[in-house]
């Protein structure tokens, strides 16, 4: 199967999973925890930035990384927030600058062909830092014929669960033609220094 061309997506709209606003469900997840400790956030596969911004918003120093050149342009130009910045790179390829307290997921994982989620798993590690927190969106549909490719429960425990410790897992509130096919999962990397 031939990989996406993501850059020609953006270049002649074909961009579907563009809602034009950030994920409800992280919408309500940082309303409810306004005393997290504040820190650093990358969000890969971040498209037109909308959930960078809400982590700029909520005071993190937040990060959005994409491949599609036309995205990461698309997103600056639509952020004014001084502490969201928007980076071009392959996440999965990508040797990482710096490591990152938080990695937020929002369809990323759903866009990554299944072959490659061995490699998803080892770029959330090298990007986060020791005992950093990993919050996802996922998309509970099917696996085939995507991207979006889908996954379920006991397949994103599977994958996770040996380095990281689940903290919480809940059906968020979603965008109308996503209602109940998404579960918010909040992990904590096992290696935490105490
Ligand atoms: C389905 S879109 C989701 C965009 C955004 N999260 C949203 O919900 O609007 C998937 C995004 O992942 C990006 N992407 C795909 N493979 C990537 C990779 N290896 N590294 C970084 N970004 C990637 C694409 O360019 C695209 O912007």
Known sequence: MADT??????????TQWDKGKPSPGLVDWLAAHPDLPR????NPGCGFGYDIREWAK????AVGYDIAPSAVDGA??????????FKLGDFLEDEPTEQYDWIFEHTFYCA???SRRPDYLNAIKRWLKPGGQFLAVHYFISDEDGPP????HDEVH????????????WVPRSYPNRTDLERMFWWCRKDRVL
């Open 149 to 152: 490719f889908g996954t379920d």
């Open 112 to 114: 990554v062909n299944p």
């Open 58 to 61: 909520a005071g993190f120093d």
């Open 76 to 85: 600056t130009a639509k952020t004014s927030e001084p502490n969201a910045t």
């Open 158 to 169: 599977a994958r996770f669960s040996d380095d990281f410790e689940l903290l919480e897992d």
């Open 5 to 14: 061309d993501w850059e020609n997506c953006y270049r002649t709209g074909d």
């Open 39 to 42: 820190g650093s956030v990358i």
